[in-house]
Every structure is written in structure tokens, then in C-alpha cells.
């Protein structure tokens, strides 16, 4: 007599209830992840170099000094508020064609009134901006 079969019985695994536990997984991550959107501003940082170069005619130069005056083309604003850096902007636009926007910051000025310029910029379309640099002196 012979008890041992010869047949071999296949291994059936349902991994549907994995595939259902891992979307469910998978949904409860993208529902509960939030997205942190800081800055709308992306600028690249410039390093400061030895040569020195002139500023073309057809620029737009904006000064900020440690007071929180801005200056457009060496003329002192009313207000730092935002409209009024936007419309002076516009005034100083008007015959240019996309020009540099170039903002010599005073050391001591505010970060907060250098991104209320950027802002001003941006919300007028402008997209090159430039910072005027010094370069320091070897000691």
C-alpha cells in the first residue's frame, strides 16, 4: 500500500487584502500630508566679485537706506508703503522694455523692506533683479 500521493498541491495566496490595505495606506498619507508653501519669491544669491562694472542706461536702480527711504533713479519716494514703490516703478517703466531692476540695499537696511521692493517687482512683472555690491577691501 501506498499513502504518499504523488500529486503536489499548488499554494494559492490572495494578496488582494494586501492590495486593499495599501491604498488605504497610501490614501491616508495624501489626505494627511499638508503642503507648506513659504516663499513665492525665488531668488538666487549673488556672490560679490573684484570687478566693477557700470550700470546700463536703460536699468532701473532703487536705493534703500538704513532708515527705510527708497529712492528710484536717485528720487526719494513719499512712502515705503508697496502701492507707492509699485506706482513709482511703473513711472520709472514707462519707454523700457523689461530693463534690470537694480537695488543697492544699505547694510543696515531691513530685509523686510528689500522683499517689499522684490514684491513691488514682481507684481509688476518684473523678473531681473539685480544687487549692487561692494567689494570688501583686503585687510
Known sequence: MNFRSDRIDAVD???TPLIDVVFLL???FMVSTTFDHNSEINITLPSASKEIT???PDSVNIGLDAQGNV???????????LETIKMALSDALVGLN???IIIRADFNATHQSVVRVMDAARQLGLMKITFATQALEDE
Open 13 to 15: 495566496l490572495d494578496i
Open 26 to 28: 497610501l490614501i491616508f
Open 98 to 100: 523689461e530693463p534690470p
Open 54 to 56: 557700470e550700470a546700463k
Open 71 to 81: 529712492y528710484i533713479n536717485d528720487e526719494a519716494l513719499l512712502n515705503a508703503q
